[in-house]
């Protein structure tokens, strides 16, 4: 969502346990001891999280990896999974968190490297869709577990969509208050880019590559028509409903 915010404002600070997944010390999440041949002798949240993000590619989703298959990627005894993670399903919601905050971070870059007002939503829609073509697994996640996925993963996703919603909106308050611009209804507007571009993402996963440029520049004007909208019925109260 996150995308989102993106769309007018200052970057907000991205905690650093999710900066990035390599950076962070085993140490940080109480690694496990294994023994056995050819097993590694400890083992953390982020080993097993690396793994999983191994066993992924564009046609595989979390929902289809099992346990056994992750533990074996990890180099661990199935049943030290079990120390690190409830089960798969609690491993694939902190994939979706993860991924979530990713985006925030990524998206929060190309947000500073804009200039103006429309650099901006096209500096944020650029990212979002190179993000899309990279190897990055994160954002795939985000997108094919909240369409795809059980319905603990959908709605772990969706959380992360209001999430992104919230900040949005707060957002999009204070960038109008300070530009002296309308804004109606400031929730549902948050709401409609950040649904359009994930919405708009899902399908573009599996789109030839040849054919995003021409869904980007599809996306811009669809993000551009949005804030346009909104600000256009907040200063003429009279327009239609």
């Given amino acids: 969502m996150a995308f989102l915010m993106q769309i007018m404002t200052t970057a907000l600070p991205i905690p650093s346990s999710v900066?990035?997944?390599a950076e962070t010390p085993a140490s940080a999440s109480l690694p496990t001891t294994v023994s056995g041949p050819g097993r590694k002798a400890h083992i953390s949240r982020e080993d097993i999280i690396r793994a999983a993000l191994t066993?992924?590619?564009?046609?595989?989703?979390?929902?289809?990896?099992?346990?056994?298959?992750?533990?074996?990627?990890?180099?661990?005894?199935?049943?030290?999974?079990?120390?690190?993670?409830?089960?798969?399903?609690?491993?694939?919601?902190?994939?979706?968190?993860l991924a979530g905050e990713s985006l925030r971070r990524i998206i929060g870059q190309a947000r500073l490297r804009a200039v103006s007002g429309r650099s901006?939503?096209?500096?944020?829609?650029?990212?979002?869709?190179?993000?899309?073509?990279s190897d990055d697994k994160f954002l795939h996640i985000l997108l094919r577990e909240g369409s795809v996925?059980?319905?603990?993963?959908?709605?772990?996703v969706d959380r992360q969509l209001n999430?992104?919603?919230?900040?949005?909106?707060?957002?999009?308050?204070?960038?109008?208050?300070?530009?002296g611009t309308g804004l109606h209804e400031p929730g549902l507007t948050a709401?409609?880019?950040?649904?359009?571009?994930?919405?708009?993402?899902t399908s573009a996963m599996d789109m030839p590559r040849d054919q995003l440029?021409?869904?980007?520049?599809?996306l811009v004007i669809m993000v551009r028509m949005i804030m346009t909208g909104t600000q256009?019925?907040?200063?003429?109260?009279?327009?239609?409903?």
Avoid: W
């Fill in 55 to 97: 066993l992924l590619g564009p046609h595989r989703s979390v929902s289809s990896l099992s346990l056994r298959e992750i533990a074996r990627e990890a180099g661990i005894a199935p049943n030290s999974f079990y120390r690190q993670f409830r089960d798969v399903d609690e491993l694939a919601v902190a994939l979706i968190e």
């Fill in 163 to 179: 999430f992104f919603e919230e900040e949005l909106q707060g957002d999009l308050i204070r960038v109008a208050q300070m530009r």
């Fill in 191 to 201: 709401k409609a880019i950040t649904r359009l571009v994930f919405a708009m993402g």
């Fill in 120 to 133: 901006v939503v096209r500096g944020s829609v650029e990212a979002f869709m190179d993000q899309l073509q």
């Fill in 232 to 241: 256009a019925m907040a200063e003429h109260p009279d327009l239609p409903r």
């Fill in 19 to 21: 900066e990035t997944l």
């Fill in 149 to 156: 996925g059980s319905d603990a993963f959908k709605q772990a």
């Fill in 213 to 218: 440029p021409a869904l980007t520049e599809q």
